[in-house]
């Protein structure tokens, strides 16, 4: 059975560019997003680190620490991260994961049990180590979602699902399609009206199961 949203995330001890790491020690009290690829020094992947290091000063304001796993050593990482930050313009000062022996990814379930690494292999071998998971202080995934190899990660899309995941958690709402910092959230049905009037003051009624809201502040 696959990792499911809610599930405590698998804890592992790696090896990782920036030494050795237990991963639910690492996270501690932060939010985490793991995110992963199939091969060092391939073309999409540059660019999406690139975009992730770029991104450095939103994950601190998030309280968000960020890793990255491949199936490649350490050696490896640490001469891919100077192209990513030539890419980038920037510092890749996130740590990445030497998953060689396939134990992350498949502990994560994006490589079957039976999976291993033939001699001459391509990011093929590994396609489905392009995922993204988004895990909260408690250890539990929040969300994740998968790419095919040649459409590339857009990582403001996981900035502003981390925006509505943390808003959801802290104000206890949920956010509507397309939504972004500011804009109107929807209150639980199980909150009854007078208990929303109370906590969020206004709020638009669109249909019985459905009441909108402005978050003060």
Not at 179 to 206: L, R
């Amino acid at each position: 059975m696959g990792l499911r949203i809610n599930d405590t995330v698998p804890n592992f001890t790696a090896d990782t560019d920036q030494g050795t790491i237990t991963f639910h020690d690492w996270i501690g009290d932060s939010w985490a997003i793991l995110f992963s690829h199939p091969k060092d020094f391939t073309p999409v992947c540059t660019t999406e680190f690139g975009a992730v290091a770029q991104l450095a000063d939103e994950w601190a304001a998030r309280g968000t620490k960020v890793i990255g796993v491949s199936v490649d050593g350490v050696e490896d990482h640490k001469g891919w991260k100077k192209d990513i930050e030539s890419f980038a313009g920037t510092e890749a000062g996130f740590p990445i994961i030497a998953d060689e022996g396939l134990e992350v990814s498949k502990a994560f379930d994006m490589l079957p049990a039976e999976a291993y690494m033939p001699d001459g292999r391509t990011p093929a071998d590994s396609a489905t180590v392009r995922s993204v998971f988004i895990i909260g202080p408690d250890k539990q995934l929040k969300l994740s979602m998968t790419y095919p190899m040649n459409v590339g990660r857009n990582f403001g899309e996981v900035l502003r699902a981390l925006d509505g995941l943390q808003t959801a958690a802290k104000e206890n709402v949920a956010t509507p399609a397309n939504w972004t910092p500011g804009a109107d959230v929807v209150i639980p049905v199980a909150v009854s009206d007078e208990d929303a009037t109370a906590k969020y003051g206004g709020f638009t009624t669109h249909f019985p199961y459905l009441r909108t809201t402005k978050l003060s502040g």
